[in-house]
């Protein structure tokens, strides 16, 4: 991959990683819960805190 393609992928994924924290707290002020998939593909609900805190943990 071009040294320039590289950069912009690393921005890309920089972005999306502190949209995603940006979602996780303002929905962990609301008291709510994000829409997810289990390793098996099933739909859950999880509360935006308790993935706040294991994204924290993995930080």
Do not use: R, W
């Not at 912009?8 to 303002?26: D, F, H, P, R, T």
């Not at 829409?35 to 935006?48: E, L, R, S």
């Amino acid at each position: 991959m071009k040294p320039e393609n590289i950069e912009l992928q690393n921005k890309i994924i920089e972005g999306a990683n502190k949209a995603y924290l940006k979602l996780l707290v303002s929905s962990a002020e609301k008291d709510q819960s994000l829409v997810v998939t289990d390793k098996a593909g099933k739909v859950i609900h999880v509360p935006a805190t308790e993935l706040l805190k294991k994204l924290s943990g993995n930080i």
